[in-house]
């Protein structure tokens, strides 16, 4: 993405492309959006198990997040 290559994050560029406020998204991860700001700003490191839920609310598979699916049933 064009986003990307301007520098911004990956996860601030999947989120635009799914038309998602930070707000909207910390909605249906149960996140704040002070967090998803300093994650998309590179401040904060997110745990794989957030990131697959993040991924699951950008309706994204998590490999595009860097981390593998869980492997839970």
């Known amino acids: 993405s064009s986003a990307i290559l ?3 994050s990956l996860l601030r560029a999947l989120r ?5 406020t930070q707000l909207h998204l ?3 991860t ?3 959006q002070g967090y998803l700001s ?11 198990q957030t990131l697959r ?4 609310a950008l309706d994204i ?3 595009w997040l860097g981390v593998q699916k869980s492997n839970r049933r």
């Open 26 to 28: 910390a909605h249906r």
């Open 53 to 56: 839920v993040i991924a699951k």
């Open 38 to 48: 300093e994650l998309e700003a590179g401040r904060k490191t997110a745990t794989p």
């Open 6 to 8: 301007r520098g911004e």
């Open 16 to 20: 635009k492309w799914r038309d998602m």
């Open 30 to 32: 149960n996140l704040t």
């Open 61 to 63: 598979d998590c490999a």
